[in-house]
């Protein structure tokens, strides 16, 4: 089959890639996403899952803030079971914790998101590894491709890389940011436990609750923490569980765990598995392997030998010495690291944690979030850490509210007819907008903005003049994009 000519191509088709794919496709554009793998998803499902898929789609005080493509896919899995509600005010323990657990079952969002892109008119093409782009001086034109059908060109008036470590905008010559190896924060390989005894477990956790680091919403005692806990009756709101604060303490002295994390898990429940006790322990951070560019397949490789010695350590110690674990077995494991730190590509506006911190408003908002800049994972015992680096700011947008994202964060410099979305758009470390929630926010946007440069015959950065980024808003807007009237 010929590789034939494209309006807009999407290179990747993580959660970035897939939102850019539908909204390019939705403005009219002959639209082509390219990923190397099989299946789409990215770290959503094929490296993941995550172990809060669609969470934060509300800000601390309540409201919601991202909508548009992540609320359609919510909503089209709750219909058919394979989500949680986002709010449920009878559940106290969710109320009392503050938790905006928006969950997908993210095995259904993997089979559901084909169904979304061949009704939206998407052509894919899957198994196929993009290598690098054709110019004509600064202006992209098209992009290389690499499959079993050899070496190829296909030409497109829009690139977007959505590759989540903006490998074909480096190659494309656009400028990035990358933290020396031993700042950035380990990468972890993901794996899931099923045969849990939850009874046998919540009866450990609510007699020892000293045991562990227990949730609450601001301003909870100690005291309220343990008595919200004691009333839970569904594992899969306890959300995720930290802690076993004498059992790694034991462990560690033994020689059977290992520095590189704490001991803890994610819920990972199956709604539509039937009544309470179809729920997985889902481990996204027992094995941690910390000092390795994401973007050196030699440090990668070294990480994926090293996560597995880890998760052998975790599996073994959870299932010798955790209540309810000893019939517990592996039954998911990632095909690969999941990569957190890596590079940003540079646009016409870098988003500081400072303006994540004052809860920042931009004229060509395309999107917003309320998650906190500057919180990153530490490979050591105690996994998290909040560390504010090379003098940037961190930190939550001003009274739980939510902060605005710049549509010229997708635009990288230098180079045109290019847009970037997901991961690895313009940021500094503090604020870079890696979760879920934001990556589709931002893959959509660029694939709405990629549509309407084509309509318009403008290019991308053109587009960012107010006259035109009124009507990418409004476009947004008709999806059910959040911009304005939340705080
Ligand atoms: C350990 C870990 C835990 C996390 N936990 C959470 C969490 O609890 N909640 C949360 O919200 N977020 C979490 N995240 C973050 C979130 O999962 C990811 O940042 C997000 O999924 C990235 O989406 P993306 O579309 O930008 O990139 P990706 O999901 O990485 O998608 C990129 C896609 O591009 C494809 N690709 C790459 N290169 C090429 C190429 N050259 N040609 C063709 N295809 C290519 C890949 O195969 C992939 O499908 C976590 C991340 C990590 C690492």
Redesign the pocket.
């Known amino acids: 089959m010929e590789n034939g000519k494209f309006d807009v191509i999407v ?7 897939t939102a850019a794919a539908v909204a390019a496709a939705r403005t009219g554009a002959r639209t082509l996403l ?4 099989g299946a ?5 499902n ?3 899952p ?7 789609l509300f800000s601390p005080r309540g409201e919601q803030v991202i909508a548009g493509f992540a609320e359609e896919m919510h909503s089209r899995l709750l219909k058919e079971n394979h989500a949680l509600p986002h709010r449920d005010e009878d559940n106290v323990y969710r109320r009392r914790t503050g938790y905006t657990f928006s969950f997908v079952d993210p095995e259904w969002w993997g089979l559901e998101i084909f169904r979304v892109l061949v009704e939206s008119n998407v052509t894919l093409l899957l198994h ?4 690098g782009v054709t110019k004509d001086g600064d202006r992209v034109t098209g992009v290389i491709v690499e499959n079993a059908a050899g070496r190829s060109t296909i030409e497109a008036k829009i690139v977007i890389d ?4 903006g ?2 905008a480096v190659r494309a010559g656009c400028d990035y940011e990358l933290l020396p190896r031993d700042m950035n924060e380990p ?2 390989l ?1 794996f899931t436990m099923d045969g849990v005894d939850w009874d046998e477990f919540m009866t450990y956790m609510k007699e020892n609750p000293q045991e562990f680091q227990l949730r609450g919403a601001a301003g909870l005692s100690q005291e309220e923490k343990i008595a919200n806990l004691r009333q839970v009756t569904d594992p899969a709101d306890l959300g995720e569980i930290m802690g076993f604060f004498s059992i790694i303490k034991e462990l560690l002295a033994k020689g059977e765990w290992h520095d590189y994390a704490g001991m803890g898990f ?1 819920m990972a429940p199956r709604p539509d598995g039937g009544d309470r006790g179809v729920v997985q322990a889902h481990f ?2 027992s094995a941690q392997v910390p000092d390795l560019w994401s973007c050196d397949p030699w440090d990668l490789t070294k990480g994926e030998i090293e996560a597995r010695r880890q998760i052998m350590i975790a599996a073994k110690a959870f299932k010798k010495y955790v209540p309810g674990f000893k019939k517990a077995y592996i039954v998911k494991m990632g095909t690969e690291l ?3 730190d890596g590079r940003r590509i540079m646009g016409d506006h870098r988003l500081t944690g400072a303006e994540v911190a004052a809860g920042a408003r931009f004229y060509d908002c395309i999107g917003k979030s309320a998650f906190p800049a500057g919180a990153v994972h530490a490979a050591n015992n105690s996994t998290l850490a909040t560390v504010v680096r090379n003098g940037e700011v961190g930190g939550l947008p001003p009274e739980g509210g939510s902060h605005d994202i710049p549509y010229r964060c997708l635009v990288p410099r230098k180079v045109e007819n290019f847009l970037v ?4 758009i313009s940021t500094d470390r503090a604020a870079y907008q ?4 934001e ?1 589709v926010v931002t ?1 959509q946007a660029a694939g709405a903005a990629a549509g309407l440069c084509v309509k318009k015959g403008v290019t991308p950065r053109a587009l960012e003049a107010e006259e035109h980024v009124k009507d990418l808003q409004a476009f947004l807007r008709a999806q059910g994009v959040i911009l304005d009237g939340v705080h």
């Open positions: 290179c990747g088709g993580g959660t970035s890639g390219i990923e190397r793998l789409l998803g990215g770290q959503m094929v490296s993941g995550p172990g809060f898929s669609y969470a934060h196929t590894l993009v290598v959505c590759t989540g470590e490998d074909i990468h972890s993901c994610f996204q951070h999941r990569l957190r979305g997901g991961k690895h890696r979760f879920l929630q990556t893959g």
